[in-house]
C-alpha cells in the first residue's frame, strides 16, 4: 500500500509538531546559531551560575527535540525519501554541535570538590538537578578532561554509522524475495513474515523461513562486519573511560546495579527446563515428528485467534485496561481520536513499532497493524509507552521528566498482562481461552526468555571481541547457535539458517538493551497482579511510578510500584506465571 492511499486519520499528525517541511526548516535555521555555550564556561562554580545554565541549556534542548521529532518522524515514514533522510543527516550534525558545545559541563562539574557537588545537590533552587548531581558524583571517576570530552562529542555521529548502515539494509535494501500470498505475489517484509509464522499453513512457513533468512544470508558477511563496528565502538567508549566492561559502563548508564542483570540471567538459565517442557508440549499438540524454529509461533490452538479491525482491536484494549481509571481511558481515546498514532504497513515505512515522546509534545505511535493477536496487544504496548510518557512530561520538570530505559518497558507490559488477565476472564469459550494461555505462555517465551537469551548473546559477544577475539559471521553464528540450543531444548530441530537469526536483530544496535524487556516484563506481572487484586493502593502506587520519570534510580521506582528486582523471588514469580499457564493449558487438552 502507498502513503497517499491510507485514510488521514489512520496518519499520525505531524503537522501538530510543525506545520509544514518550511516551517520546519525555517526553525532548524534559526536554531543552529543559538548552539551557543561559551559564555558558561568556567563559571560553574556557583549555584546562582549553575542553574542560570541549566535553564538556558533546558530552554534550547527542547526547542532542539522538537525539530528533531519532525524530521524523525517524516523520514520513518519512508525510510527511502532523500529529503528526509538529509533532514535526519542535518539534525545530526546539529546534535553532534550540541553535545560538544555542552561537552564541557560535566568535567567542569565532576574537577569541583565532592563537598561542592553534594551543596548544589542539597540546594533548594537546584532542586530539580538534585538526582542529577548526585549520580555525578558516582561517575567523577569516569568522566575526563574538557578537551578529551570535546572530542568524544564529536565521535558521536561517526560511530554511529554501524546502526545507520544496518537500518538502512534491513529497511530498504535487503532485496527481500517474493512469496505467494494472500493471493499475490509480494516481498517479504518484516510484518508479512511475522504473520505469515504465526499462521498455521507449515509449508508456507518453511518457504517464508528459507526465503527470508537466504536474503540475510547473501549479505551476513557485511552484517558481521556491521555488528562488529557497533560492538567496537562500544569498547572504544569502556576504555577510553576506564569501564571494567561494556556491560557495567551500560548498567552504570541508568544507575542499575550489576546483581540485577545477573540474577536475571540466573532465575532465567535455572527455568529453562520450563521451557523445554513447553516445547515439547507444542511438539505434542502439533503432532509433528520434527518440529523446527518456524514451528514454534502459530498458536496450538486453531481458529481462536483474535483477528479484528483496527477499530475492534483499539476497542477492546479499552476494555481491557478500564482497571487503571478513567484518566488513563481517556488519554487513550485522546490519542485515537487526535491522530498519534501512524496505522497501516506502506511501502517504505520503518518496519515494527514504537512509541517516541518528547518533553512538550504529546507522543506519537508508530504501528505497521495486521489483524492478528499480538497486533492487539502491540496497540496496548505502544500506548503504555506513549502515556508513561505523557505522566512523566506532565508531572516532572524537565530535568527529572526523561525515564531510563532500563523502565521504558514496565508500562507497555503491564498494559499487555491486564488486557490478557482481562481476556481470560472474561471468555467462555475453551477454544479462545487454550489461545490465551498459549498466547499467555508465548509473550513470556519471547518476551523474557528470549530477550535474555539475546542478553547473554550480547554479553558473549562484547566478551570475546574485549578479549582480542574477532567478530566475523561463523563465531557469531555458532554463538548463537548454542544459545538457541539451551533455551529451547531437545524438542526443536534446528535448521542451519536460525542460528544466523542474530543478524537480524536491529535492537543488538542498542546494546544492552534487550535485557529490559525481561526485566520489563517481570516488573509488569508483578505489578498487574498488584493492581488487580490490591485495587486503588496498587494503582495509585503506579501512577506515582508512571509520574515518576527520571527523579530518582529505576530500581527505586520499581520497588516503590510493588516491583523489587534485587530480590530474586520477584524473577520467579513470573515464571510461576508461565509454569501456571503452563499446567492449566496441559489440563485442558
Not at 495486521?370 to 506532565?394: C, D, K, R, W
Request: hydrophobic letters at 40%; aromatic letters at 12%.
Amino acid at each position: 500500500m502507498k502513503r497517499n492511499e491510507v485514510e488521514t486519520k489512520y496518519k499520525w499528525a505531524v503537522e501538530d509538531v510543525f506545520p509544514s517541511d518550511e516551517a520546519w526548516e525555517a526553525a532548524f535555521n534559526a536554531l543552529a546559531p543559538k548552539v551557543d555555550f561559551a559564555k558558561y564556561r568556567g563559571t560553574l562554580n556557583t549555584a546562582e551560575n549553575l542553574l542560570s545554565y541549566f535553564k538556558a541549556e533546558e530552554e534550547l534542548a527542547i526547542e532542539v527535540m522538537r525539530v528533531y521529532l519532525y524530521a524523525f518522524l517524516k523520514h520513518d515514514e519512508d525510510v527511502s525519501n532523500t529529503k528526509y533522510m538529509a533532514y535526519m543527516g542535518k539534525m545530526m550534525s546539529l546534535m553532534t554541535k550540541y553535545s560538544t558545545e555542552t561537552a564541557f559541563v560535566t568535567p567542569e562539574l565532576t574537577a569541583l570538590p565532592e563537598e561542592t557537588l553534594k551543596a548544589f545537590a542539597e540546594d533548594e533552587r537546584l532542586k530539580d538537578y538534585d538526582y542529577m548531581l548526585t549520580r555525578l558524583i558516582k561517575e567523577k571517576k569516569y568522566i575526563l578532561s574538557e578537551a578529551e570530552e570535546r572530542i568524544l562529542a564529536q565521535t558521536a555521529e561517526p560511530l554511529s554509522v554501524s546502526n545507520d548502515v544496518f537500518g538502512m539494509l534491513d529497511d530498504a535494501e535487503l532485496n527481500a524475495p517474493e512469496i505467494e500470498f494472500d493471493g499475490k505475489k509480494q516481498p517479504i517484509t518484516n510484518g508479512l513474515y511475522s504473520m505469515i509464522m504465526s499462521g498455521k499453513d507449515r509449508e508456507k512457513r518453511k518457504e517464508a523461513f528459507k526465503l527470508f533468512y537466504s536474503a540475510y544470508g547473501k549479505i551476513l558477511g557485511t552484517l558481521a562486519t556491521t555488528y562488529y563496528g557497533n560492538v567496537k565502538k562500544d569498547i572504544f567508549y569502556k576504555n577510553v573511560r576506564g569501564y571494567e566492561s561494556c556491560l557495567k559502563k551500560s548498567l552504570m548508564a541508568e544507575d542499575v546495579d550489576e546483581s540485577v542483570y545477573r540474577t536475571l540471567i540466573k532465575c532465567v538459565n535455572d527455568a529453562t527446563p520450563i521451557m523445554h517442557r513447553y516445547m515439547h508440549v507444542r511438539k505434542r499438540v502439533l503432532g509433528y515428528e520434527e518440529m523446527h524454529m518456524y514451528d514454534i509461533y502459530p498458536s496450538l490452538v486453531e481458529d481462536a485467534e483474535l483477528r479484528l479491525s483496527y477499530e475492534d482491536a483499539f476497542e477492546l484494549v479499552l476494555k481491557g485496561l478500564a482497571p487503571l481509571g478513567e484518566e488513563y481511558i481517556s488519554l487513550l481515546k485522546k490519542g485515537r481520536d487526535e491522530r498519534w498514532i501512524d496505522v497501516c504497513e506502506t511501502e517504505g515505512k520503518r518496519s515494527g513499532a514504537y512509541s517516541i515522546g518528547i518533553y512538550g509534545c504529546h507522543p506519537y505511535v508508530l504501528l505497521n497493524y495486521q489483524p492478528t493477536t499480538h497486533n492487539v496487544f502491540t496497540i496496548a504496548h505502544e500506548m503504555g509507552h506513549s502515556l508513561h510518557s505523557y505522566f512523566s512530561n506532565s508531572r516532572q520538570p524537565y530535568a527529572k521528566a526523561d525515564y531510563t530505559l532500563f523502565v521504558a518497558e514496565v508500562a507497555s507490559t503491564v498494559n499487555e498482562v491486564l488486557l490478557l488477565k482481562y481476556l481470560l476472564k472474561t471468555t467462555e469459550d475453551k477454544a479462545l481461552k487454550k489461545y490465551l494461555l498459549n498466547y499467555f505462555m508465548d509473550m513470556i517465551r519471547t518476551t523474557l526468555f528470549r530477550q535474555t537469551q539475546f542478553a547473554e548473546f550480547e554479553e558473549k559477544a562484547h566478551e570475546m571481541a574485549e578479549a582480542g577475539e574477532p567478530l566475523n559471521k561463523d563465531n557469531l553464528s555458532a554463538l548463537y547457535d548454542g544459545l538457541n540450543r539451551k533455551y529451547y531444548g531437545d524438542a526443536v530441530t534446528y535448521d542451519p539458517e536460525i542460528a544466523t537469526e542474530w543478524a537480524r536483530i536491529p535492537h543488538f544496535y542498542r546494546s544492552f538493551y534487550v535485557y529490559k524487556y525481561a526485566t520489563g516484563i517481570t516488573a509488569a506481572i508483578c505489578i498487574a497482579n498488584k493492581i488487580l487484586t490490591e485495587g486503588a493502593p496498587a494503582i495509585e502506587k503506579y501512577f506515582t511510578f508512571l509520574s515518576g520519570g527520571g527523579s530518582t534510580d529505576p530500581v527505586s521506582l520499581l520497588k516503590g510500584a510493588g516491583a523489587d528486582l534485587t530480590k530474586e523471588e520477584t524473577f520467579l514469580s513470573a515464571m510461576k506465571e508461565f509454569e501456571d499457564a503452563l499446567n492449566s493449558f496441559e489440563a485442558m487438552l
